[in-house]
Nanobody, 123 residues
Framework: QVQLVESGGGSVQAGGSLRLSCSASVYTSARYSMAWFRQAPGKEREGVATSSKYDMKRYADSVKGRFTISRDNANTLYLQMNSLKPEDTAMYYC??????????????????WGQGTQVTVSS
């Protein structure tokens, strides 16, 4: 069983930056595809950024050029979020799966999930 723990959320003003971290209970480098998702109240969970087990990255159109996903060589996934907007306000979740996924921005494909960290962006 893989446990994921997110951290780094908080409240910032529009235009600000935050860096989220996701620490896994197992070694994930080159073994797990990982991703960041977010869910705002009343909305479906949406994929934000993914990093396959071979470190191929993909981003949602809404965050391209502003967010950067990265991972270390051990067990931690990061999401650097710059130029934050009020519409980025959501609970942010880390996800992991052993497979290389055909649709890595789809929430239905990931087996392991963290509890989430709240990001609030004020205008």
């Amino acid at each position: 069983q893989v446990q994921l723990v997110e951290s780094g959320g908080g409240s910032v003003q529009a235009g600000g930056s935050l860096r989220l971290s996701c620490s896994a209970s197992v070694y994930t480098s080159a073994r797990y595809s990982m991703a960041w998702f977010r869910q705002a109240p009343g909305k479906e969970r949406e994929g934000v950024a993914t990093s396959s087990k071979y470190d191929m990255k993909r981003y949602a159109d809404s965050v391209k050029g502003r967010f950067t996903i990265s991972r270390d060589n051990a067990n931690t996934l990061y999401l650097q979020m710059n130029s934050l907007k009020p519409e980025d306000t959501a609970m942010y979740y880390c996800a992991a799966d052993e497979r290389v996924l055909l649709d890595p921005l789809s929430a239905t494909d990931y087996k392991y999930w963290g509890q989430g960290t709240q990001v609030t962006v004020s205008s």
